[in-house]
C-alpha cells in the first residue's frame, strides 16, 4: 500500500515503531488507518503527461518530535518526495538517525539526504536518453538552503557529520538547484507530521492523488 498511497506514509512509519509491542491504542490507530483506506480506496495516482511538469522533489523536516517511550531520543522526522507529470513517483519518511541540535541542522539533514536520490534521478534520465539539466529541490527552511549553498563553515552546522555536506557537493556539480517555498505550500510536510483536515486535503491533492473510480 506504501507503494501507491503516500497519503499514509507518515502514519505507517509512526505505527512501525510499535510492531514489536503495539498497545490497543495502537490497534485503534491502525484501524483507524485502514478505515480511512477503505473511504478513499476510489483514489489513485493520476499522471498528467500533457502537463509538461518535470521532475522536481520537495523536502521537509520536523524538529525533535520523535518522544517515543523509552530512548526518548528525540530525533526529527525527515520527509521528501519527487513529482512527474504532476503526481509523486517517489516518496521517503523516516526518523533521522542523529540527533539535530535545531530545526536548520534537522532540514540540512534532510535535504543531504534527498539530494542523494535527486543525483541518481539525473543518472537514470540520462541513462533513458532524455537528460535533464538539474533537479529543482524545495525546501521551506531558509538557513538550511543557504548552508547548503555556501560551502563555509556556520557555527551552527560545524558540528555536523561530514556525510551531510554531500549536498554542497551536488549543488557546486549543478545536480541540484535549490529553491524556497512558504511551508504552507510544502506538500513535503504531509511526511513529517500529522497535519488538519485543510492542509492534508491540500497536500494530498499535490501528490497527484485523485478520485478516480475503479471500472467493473
Same mark, same amino acid.
Given at each position: 500500500? $506504501?507503494? #501507491? ?19 490497543? @491504542? ?15 480506496? =476510489?483514489?489513485?495516482?493520476?499522471? /498528467?503527461? *500533457?502537463?509538461? =511538469?518535470? $521532475? %522536481?522533489?520537495?523536502? /521537509?523536516?520536523? !524538529?525533535?518530535?520523535?518522544?517515543? =517511550?523509552?530512548? &526518548?531520543?528525540?530525533?526529527? #522526522? ?5 513529482? $512527474? ?6 516518496? %521517503?519518511?523516516?526518523?533521522?538517525? $542523529?540527533?539535530?541540535?535545531?530545526? #536548520?541542522?534537522? @532540514? !540540512? ?31 521551506? *527552511?531558509?538557513?538550511? +538552503? ?10 551552527? +552546522? ?6 551531510? %555536506?554531500? +549536498?554542497?557537493?551536488?549543488? @557546486?556539480?549543478?545536480? +541540484? ?16 507530521? *500529522? ?7 491540500? %497536500?494530498?491533492?499535490?501528490?497527484? &492523488? ?7
Amino acid at each position: 500500500m $506504501l507503494g #501507491t498511497r503516500p497519503d499514509i506514509a507518515f502514519a505507517v512509519t509512526q505505527m512501525a515503531k510499535f510492531a514489536s509491542n503495539p498497545s490497543e @491504542e495502537h490497534l485503534n490507530r491502525a484501524m483507524y488507518i485502514l478505515r480511512y483506506l477503505q473511504g478513499t480506496r =476510489e483514489y489513485a495516482l493520476v499522471f /498528467d503527461g *500533457n502537463s509538461n =511538469e518535470g $521532475l %522536481h522533489a520537495y523536502c /521537509d523536516s520536523s !524538529y525533535g518530535d520523535d518522544k517515543t =517511550e523509552p530512548d &526518548l531520543k528525540r530525533r526529527s #522526522t525527515q520527509g521528501y518526495f519527487f513529482k $512527474l507529470a504532476s503526481a509523486a513517483i517517489k516518496w %521517503h519518511s523516516r526518523t533521522q538517525k $542523529l540527533v539535530a541540535t535545531s530545526s #536548520t541542522v534537522a @532540514e !540540512y539533514m534532510a535535504l543531504s539526504d534527498c539530494a542523494r536520490d535527486c543525483a541518481w534521478f539525473k543518472t537514470l534520465f540520462t541513462e533513458l536518453g532524455k537528460p535533464i539539466d538539474f533537479v529543482p529541490l524545495l525546501g521551506d *527552511n531558509r538557513g538550511a +538552503i543557504f548552508n547548503a549553498q555556501n560551502p563555509v563553515t556556520q557555527k551552527g +552546522i560545524k558540528h555536523i557529520d561530514i556525510k551531510y %555536506h554531500y +549536498i554542497r557537493e551536488q549543488v @557546486e556539480l549543478g545536480t +541540484i538547484q535549490l529553491f524556497y517555498v512558504p511551508t504552507s505550500e510544502n506538500t513535503a510536510d504531509l511526511f513529517t507530521k *500529522n497535519l488538519g483536515p485543510t492542509l492534508f486535503l491540500q %497536500h494530498r491533492s499535490d501528490l497527484g &492523488l485523485e478520485f478516480y473510480p475503479l471500472m467493473g
